[in-house]
């Protein structure tokens, strides 16, 4: 079935630093790819998206290239700031419907 | 704000006792996904309603069960609870059935005792 695999936390980095989070999956068909936000006592909130291959979303300075040969879809931005301390979530919606399938999460802290 | 609200944001329940839980959908959205995330996992898939027909469903229990309304609000109710089933539940609304962006509410957090 369709399933999201993404690189476990946590994760600690310096502020200004560079991120990557990586994000595979596995899907029958053309999936969409999501990226997550999830700040502590809140719920989700998209930060980008992607909906065919080599499609770029960037929202915010992230970015994130849909990549059907590996399947993959690794978040990444340049100068990481204390703000985005949170959990990110990479998720698929497959084509038949849109329910959504995430990944364990990862947890993003960014010290001064 | 997406425009998704949940209720209550939190409840305690006993073991074996009924719960409902209420998502308000995005104005213009015929969609509405429930979600479950227990503490330190990614949400689960439970359920979704189209039009007040349940889409889908993932891999929960009959005792799972929802509802839309014809202004696509919906509910979500668990009957006999069971401590595991203590997590932050998700509403999530769309406007259309595929892969489209969805809303989502900042959740209903249940603790079962």
């Known amino acids: 079935g369709d399933s999201v695999t993404q690189m476990e936390g946590p994760v600690t980095l310096s502020e200004e630093a560079f991120l990557t989070i990586n994000c595979t999956y596995t899907a029958t068909g053309y999936p969409s790819l999501f990226w997550y936000v999830q700040y502590p006592g809140e719920g989700l909130q998209l930060l980008l998206k992607a909906t065919k291959a080599d499609d770029k979303g960037s929202n915010k300075g992230f970015e994130a290239t849909y990549r059907k040969e590996t399947t993959s879809f690794h978040l990444e931005k340049g100068s990481v700031q204390v703000s985005d301390s949170a959990v990110y979530f990479c998720?698929?919606?497959?084509?038949?419907?849109?329910?959504?399938?995430f990944g364990t999460g990862t947890s993003l802290t960014v010290i001064p | 704000e997406t425009g998704v609200t949940q209720s209550p944001t939190h409840l305690i329940k006993t073991r074996g006792q009924q719960v409902t839980l209420r998502c308000s959908s995005q104005?213009?959205?015929?969609?509405v996904s429930w979600y479950q995330q227990a503490l330190g996992q990614g949400p689960q898939f439970i359920f979704q309603y189209y039009r007040e027909e349940e889409n889908g469903r993932g891999n929960f229990p009959p005792r799972f069960s929802g509802l839309q309304f014809p202004n696509y609000s919906s509910e979500l109710n668990v009957n006999a609870l069971e401590l595991d089933d203590s997590a932050l539940y998700l509403c999530?609304?769309?406007?259309?059935?595929?892969?489209?962006?969805?809303?989502f509410g900042q959740g209903t957090r249940l603790t079962v005792v």
């Open positions: 104005s213009g959205h015929n969609t």
């Open positions: 999530a609304s769309s406007s259309e059935i595929l892969n489209t962006e969805a809303f």
């Open positions: 998720a698929l919606s497959p084509n038949t419907g849109n329910q959504f399938y």
